[in-house]
């Protein structure tokens, strides 16, 4: 199993631009998450899908989109880049689990610079 | 108050010792937890999950204290391969909620 993939690894972005990264995992996991981590500090939840088709913000949505199409899949979008996103995004995924959940597991993160 | 806090570190400890540090959070309903490390610019591998009092992995115990509301990592006889900053995470009301901590940032010298 591949786990969960994320591309690009590295992007430099123009202020203004647009990209999109991409997520996928193969372990039929209903949760996805996306993530930003500036450096020296903890992670932040951009967006988090339930299952196919349902989407939800997190604490720090503005800028971005997301989509859920399919269960593997799970992009984020940001329309007009500005140096505040630079940072390093991880998507990460996982099951329900029982009662007491399951943990995530996270693909190996893009390297995102706007300037 | 933060949800889940973490003293920061740096922790600077020699090979060999045992270092112990913790992370308390706020929501009594939180009913697993876990310990993730992260390598400088790496992204975050689940290190142990904690579901009941605590968990043990050779070196590595975690204990959790619902009373005071904290969970510990202990790690025994560090190795120089343990430097890394340790994630403490606390699950929310529903499965998918995760509530981070910021991390602590444990060096280990030789």
């Known amino acids: 199993n591949a786990g969960v993939t994320q591309t690009p690894k590295f992007r430099i972005l123009k202020i203004g631009q647009s990209m999109t990264l991409q997520c996928t995992q193969d372990?039929?996991?209903?949760?996805m998450y996306w993530y930003r981590q500036d450096p020296g500090m903890g992670l932040k939840l951009i967006y988090y899908?339930?299952?196919?088709?349902?989407?939800d913000k997190g604490e720090v949505p503005n800028g971005y989109n997301v989509s859920r199409s399919t269960t593997e899949d799970f992009p984020l979008r940001l329309e007009l880049a500005a140096p505040s996103q630079t940072s390093v995004y991880f998507c990460?995924?996982?099951?329900?689990?029982?009662?007491?959940?399951?943990?995530?597991?996270f693909g190996n993160g893009t390297r995102l610079t706007v300037t | 108050r933060k949800e889940v806090e973490q003293d920061p570190g740096p922790f600077n400890v020699p090979e060999g010792a045992t270092v112990a540090f913790n992370c308390t959070y706020s929501n009594s309903a939180s009913q697993s937890f876990f310990w993730y490390r992260q390598d400088c610019r790496k992204e975050p591998k689940l290190l142990m999950s904690?579901?009941?009092?605590?968990n043990e992995d050779g070196r590595f115990t975690a204990q959790l204290n619902r009373a005071s509301q904290y969970i510990s990592l202990l790690i025994r006889d560090s190795k120089l391969s343990d430097s890394a900053t340790y994630l403490c995470v606390a699950r929310g009301d529903s499965n998918y909620q995760l509530i981070w901590g910021a991390g602590t940032k444990l060096i280990i010298k030789p």
């Open positions: 904690v579901y009941s009092s605590g």
């Open positions: 990460a995924s996982s099951s329900p689990g029982d009662r007491e959940g399951s943990p995530l597991h």
């Open positions: 899908s339930v299952g196919a088709g349902i989407t």
């Open positions: 372990m039929n996991h209903n949760y």
